[in-house]
């Protein structure tokens, strides 16, 4: 089986490895908070028409590597996952943890040729 996707005029294969991490790296991304994450960005994922080839989400960092079809702009994507991570008061009712509401630190993209 071809890594290649075709579409009616293309054939491609564009693969993005996106990592991002709560700001200070503090270690929140466990339990019911983690589940989370893992669910809003395959939904997140799905509801944009890609395809997510690994997703892991450490304690203090989220690990994922996106297939990304040419007609969807990557910017857009990045700022979905950052943007819904941002709902940190969700995220702060499912937590138990002392902190203020989780805040994001920078998003970070490798492209994989």
Request: net charge positive.
């Amino acid at each position: 089986m071809s890594r290649f996707k075709k579409q009616s005029h293309t054939i491609w294969f564009c693969e993005y490895h996106v990592v991002w991490c709560p700001k200070y790296r503090y270690r929140v991304l466990a339990g019911k908070v983690k589940e989370e994450v893992e669910l809003c960005v395959r939904d997140q994922t799905q509801q944009m028409e890609c395809e997510v080839v690994e997703l892991n989400v450490q304690a203090d960092h989220v690990h994922l590597v996106v297939l990304i079809p040419p007609k969807v702009r990557i910017s857009p994507v990045c700022s979905a996952f950052h943007r819904f991570s941002l709902l940190a008061e969700e995220a702060k009712r499912i937590a138990t943890i002392a902190l203020n509401p989780i805040s994001w630190g920078a998003l970070v993209l490798y492209i994989r040729a």
